[in-house]
C-alpha cells in the first residue's frame, strides 16, 4: 500500500467546510476524574470482607449502580478488560460519590452538549435543543451555540444562558479515566489492557423529544441533525407514545427538509428491553447511526443478527466490523453505518448514497484528527487553532485494518481482482460494491489523557465535513 498516499491525506491543515448542525437532545455537566489514585484511595479504607466481596461481583458486568459496592466491581470490571462502562446510579449512591470524590475538572458532557461545542470552535452557527438546561448546564455551553426559538416564521438565536430554566435539575455525571497499564488494588490488583473509562450516570431524568419549538424551522435551519440522549428511555407505560412523537418528530424533520441527514448517535441503554424498541422505532426513522465496536455487537445480537454479532466476537477486525455494520444498514434500514473503533473507523453507505464516497473519506480523515487530537489533550473540545497545528499520521493498526478488509473482501468475489487494482484500493480506502459503498480510514493512535465524548466527536465532525 504506498501509505504516502495517507500521509497527504493527514497532512491536512484546512478544515473543510462544515455542514449546519442541530444537536438535541441530552447535555449534561462530567465530573472528570483522572486517573484511579482516587478510587484507589478509597478502597484501601474497606475491609478485607468488602473487598473480596467487590472482587467477586468485578467478573459479571452490571447493569446498573445501587451500592458503593458495587461502584468499585464496576470500576474493576471496566479497568481489568479495558473496556469502556456507563451505568446509572442510585440517588444514595451519587450522595457518598461526591462525599469521597473530587473532580479534578468539571465540563460540558452529553452527545447533545459535546457535538455543539466542538462544532462550534468550526462553524458560527450551531444549533442546539436541549431536554434539559439549567442555569449551571447553560453555563457549560460555547455562548455562540443557538438556542432556538421561533417569531412569526423566522427562527431566533439565544446564548444557553439567556434561554435556561431555572426550575430544570442539572444532570452531572462522574466519568472516571484511566491509562494503559493503571493499577487497581482491590484484594489483587489489576491492571488496564487499554485506556478507557466508567461512565457513572446520574439519576436525574429528561424526555429526549422536542418541546414548546417549531419542529420545522429547525429543520429549516439545519443540513444535519444529530439525535441522542435515547439511553434515557425505560420500558415504562410512557414508552410507547415518547417514541410515537419522536419518530414523528424526526418524520416532521424530514419533511420540512428533505435533504436533512439524521443521525442517532448511538449510548447503549441500561433496559436492554426498552433499547430493543427504540431501535426498531427511532433506529428505522434515521438516516444514519454513530456506534462503536463494542455497541455494535449488542445491537446485532438485540436485532436478532446473530451470526454477525459472532463473527465480530470471533475475531473483531474492520471486515467483520464491516459485515456487521452491513447487516445493520439491511436491518434498519439506514443509509450510513459510521463505525469508530481503535486505529480506524469505517462507513457502510447505501447507494445511490447523495455525497461522493471520497468526500466521506476526507470527512473521516478530519474527524480523525479532531478526535485524536481531543484525546492526546484531554480536553473538551479541540481548536481550530490546535487542529491547524496537528502533527499527526495515521496508525499501523489503521492499515492493517485495512488490508483485513480488503482481504476478506476479496475472498467474498467470484473473480478475484489483479494485485494492481487490489493495491489501488488499499490506497483509497474506498470499496464498490453491490449496492453500497464501504469506506475505511486508518486513524492516529495515541496515548489519551481522556476517552469521554471521542465518539461524539468523531460522529458530528464527519458527518458535518461530508455534508459541507
Ligand atoms: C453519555 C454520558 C455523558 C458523556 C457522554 C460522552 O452521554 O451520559 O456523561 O459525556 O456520553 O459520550
Not at 465530573?31 to 482516587?38: E, I, K, S, T
Not at 480536553?379 to 487542529?387: G, L, M, T, Y
Not at 476479496?410 to 464501504?438: C, P, Q, W
Not at 493512535?445 to 465535513?465: E, F, N, R, Y
Request: hydrophobic share 45%; charged share 25%.
Amino acid at each position: 500500500m504506498n501509505v504516502k498516499a495517507w500521509s497527504d491525506r493527514f497532512a491536512l491543515r484546512k478544515a473543510p467546510k462544515l455542514a449546519k448542525v442541530l444537536t438535541a437532545f441530552n447535555a449534561n455537566v462530567d465530573a472528570m476524574v483522572f486517573g484511579l489514585h482516587q478510587p484507589a484511595k478509597a478502597l484501601a479504607l474497606l475491609s478485607q470482607a468488602e473487598l473480596a466481596e467487590i472482587e467477586k461481583k468485578c467478573d459479571s458486568e452490571l447493569r446498573e449502580i445501587k451500592s458503593q459496592s458495587d461502584f468499585f466491581s464496576a470500576l474493576l470490571h471496566s479497568v481489568k478488560t479495558g473496556k469502556a462502562m456507563h451505568l446509572h446510579a442510585s440517588q444514595g449512591v451519587f450522595d457518598w460519590m461526591g462525599s469521597v470524590f473530587t473532580a479534578d475538572e468539571t465540563r460540558i458532557g452529553g452527545q447533545a452538549g459535546i457535538m455543539a461545542n466542538q462544532l462550534s470552535a468550526f462553524h458560527d452557527f450551531v444549533l442546539t435543543y436541549s431536554s434539559l438546561l439549567s442555569p449551571l448546564q447553560a453555563s457549560f455551553f460555547d455562548q455562540k451555540v443557538c438556542f432556538p426559538s421561533t417569531s412569526g416564521k423566522k427562527l431566533v438565536c439565544h446564548p444557553a444562558k439567556k434561554v435556561a430554566r431555572k426550575g430544570d435539575a442539572t444532570k452531572v455525571n462522574w466519568i472516571f479515566e484511566f491509562k494503559t497499564g493503571e493499577k487497581l488494588k482491590a484484594k489483587s490488583e489489576f491492571h488496564s489492557p487499554r485506556a478507557n473509562r466508567l461512565i457513572v450516570s446520574s439519576p436525574a431524568h429528561y424526555t429526549p423529544v422536542f418541546e414548546n419549538v417549531d419542529v420545522k424551522q429547525l429543520a429549516k435551519n439545519a443540513d444535519v441533525a444529530m439525535l441522542s440522549g435515547f439511553q434515557q428511555l425505560h420500558l415504562d407505560k410512557n414508552l410507547g407514545a415518547t417514541l410515537k412523537k419522536i419518530s414523528s418528530q424526526i418524520a416532521e424533520l424530514k419533511k420540512a427538509n428533505p435533504k436533512i441527514a439524521v443521525h442517532w448517535e448511538f449510548v447503549p441503554m441500561e433496559d436492554k428491553k426498552a433499547e430493543k424498541l427504540v431501535l426498531s422505532s427511532v433506529g428505522k426513522a434515521v438516516d444514519s447511526m454513530g456506534i462503536n465496536e463494542v455497541e455494535i455487537v449488542d445491537v446485532l445480537k438485540a436485532l436478532g443478527a446473530k451470526k454477525e454479532a459472532d463473527k465480530i466476537g470471533k475475531l473483531e477486525n474492520s471486515y467483520s466490523l464491516y459485515l456487521g455494520a452491513r447487516r445493520l444498514s439491511e436491518l434498519l434500514k439506514l443509509e450510513r453505518v459510521h463505525v469508530h473503533s481503535f486505529g480506524f473507523q469505517l462507513a457502510v453507505l447505501r447507494k445511490p448514497y447523495v455525497v461522493a464516497p471520497d468526500k466521506v473519506r476526507d470527512a473521516l480523515v478530519f474527524s480523525s484528527i479532531i478526535a485524536a487530537l481531543k484525546a492526546l489533550k484531554g480536553s473538551a473540545f479541540v481548536s481550530r487553532k490546535e487542529f491547524e497545528a496537528h502533527a499527526l499520521v495515521p496508525s499501523e493498526t489503521g492499515f492493517n485494518q485495512i488490508r483485513a478488509l480488503e482481504g476478506g473482501l476479496d475472498e467474498e468475489r467470484v473473480k478475484r481482482f489483479s494485485s494492481m487494482t487490489r493495491r489501488a484500493l488499499l490506497e483509497s480506502g474506498i470499496f464498490e460494491l453491490n449496492d453500497h459503498y464501504v469506506v475505511i480510514v486508518p486513524s492516529p493512535i495515541v496515548q489519551p489523557k481522556s476517552t469521554v465524548g471521542l465518539g461524539d466527536v468523531i460522529s458530528s465532525m464527519a458527518l458535518a465535513a461530508e455534508r459541507g
